[in-house]
Nanobody, 116 residues
Framework: QVQVVESGGGLVQAGGSLRLSCVAL????????????LSWYRQAPGKQRELVAR???????TYAESVKGRFTISRENAKKMVYLQMNNLKPEDTGVYYC??????WGQGTQVTVSS
């Protein structure tokens, strides 16, 4: 059963913005959403998957150094949603972005492409 689903990727020019969204749909993901850490990972072509941002159940956030000051992760428990606001995008932000709940449930990924 699909637990989480991402949306919002696309093609954008350098300096532009995108907002990724992720919704919990599976029964287990929905039931545990409020107490779950939620993360966004990305994988660029030929590179290892990396953590981009995480928000804990308390709302505490962590970011990769490369995105600090440009990306913002947020959650909306009532809607079972997590977001990633990405500003001042750079070509090196290109990749497939994955929403992850509890480091256990992975979405199918959404492509973000930043052109120079």
């Amino acid at each position: 059963q699909v637990q989480v689903v991402e949306s919002g990727g696309g093609l954008v020019q350098a300096g532009g913005s995108l907002r990724l969204s992720c919704v919990a749909l599976g029964s287990t993901a929905v039931r545990n959403f409020g107490v779950s850490a939620l993360s966004w990972y990305r994988q660029a072509p030929g590179k290892q998957r990396e953590l981009v941002a995480r928000v804990g159940s308390s709302g505490a956030t962590t970011y990769a150094e490369s995105v600090k000051g440009r990306f913002t992760i947020s959650r909306e428990n009532a809607k079972k949603m997590v977001y990633l606001q990405m500003n001042n995008l750079k070509p090196e932000d290109t990749g497939v972005y994955y929403c992850v709940q509890r480091e256990l449930y992975w979405g199918q990924g959404t492509q973000v492409t930043v052109s120079s």
